[in-house]
């Protein structure tokens, strides 16, 4: 039997979302026959008006629905600290953890030779002109600890060496609450090379 | 960090699905914002167009697109095997596993006193009329194999008498590919109570 065609392209889109494969995509299709049709007017509209309605922050790069971000506008934020990630969802990461006064800039990316992204196509001149101009004493390199992200952070540790800024890494560890026989040995290396003395 | 509105409408929605928790519906909603502007658009129709394209087809309870679906329509069913599912899910399951050629009647639901979902909430209505109108030899309980399931199961079963045919239920015991020491007590239990001869 095939699937109704309604049915079916709802699926491919839902396919399309990252972890959702072509089972759960189906599940939630046959769910969303069942909500109500306001409920799935609103969704429809939600996801129409997304991009119309998100923009990125000229200083930053991180999502914002004006011309600057609410935290680049923010007089309380510790100016003389910038944490440079990823992806802006690193940031929201960030805010949700509340461990982090200073200011972000979103690469929107990471060098990555498998996807063909070099260093220039991330986003690095507002990044450099922000460090001529503002006033910055330390950057936090917060890119995620995988190959890409490795990569990306010694590639700009070099490029800031001219700067006069004090350069950081987010440090490698056990994760909270995880357990030690189910941490990979790669963490384990960092987590014992990275140990600080109690009372630190 | 207040999430942009945008955002937050649409993690909203995202929630609203089985399975999705806030924190999957932020990884999709800000995947989402990475989409191209025409998948978004595609995928925002699909969902509004969603209901209206859909109907029940007037046979069975399945989705059809037309007054009845393509099963009741197909020449080539078995029109004396009828089974009853739950869910228009059901049926798809059924149906990609091509291990069955009879008709289906679809409940669209089941009984539920947490719920409070009555017999007579359910597509009966037709049942009655198809098991007295059709030339059915054989009726069988598809339903879910948890309390809800059952109970409209056994309800069924009961109502069923009446007729002259056959009912029959789903058998119950291990999953394939399962493994023992995974499988739960009653499961067990039911594998073993329902243990076939081999070469049966």
Redesign the interface.
Known sequence: ???????Q??I??LS?????GKK?A???A????D?D?N?????????????S??HRCSNCGM???GELC??CQDENRDKNTLMIVS???D??AF??SQSFNGLYHVLNGAISTSKGISFDDLNVTTLFKRLADENIKEVILATNPNVDGETTAIYLAKKLEKYNVKVTRLAYGLQMGGALDYTDALTLNKALQGRQKIGD
Request: glycine fraction near 0%; hydrophobic fraction near 40%.
């Open positions: 039997m095939e699937e109704l065609k309604a049915i392209t709802l491919d889109c399309k979302l990252p972890s959702i759960s189906e599940r939630l046959y769910a969303m026959i909500m049709e409920e799935l007017l609103d969704f429809s509209n939600a996801i129409k008006n997304l991009k309605s998100i999502y914002c629905e609410s935290i992806y802006p969802k940031v929201v805010e949700k």
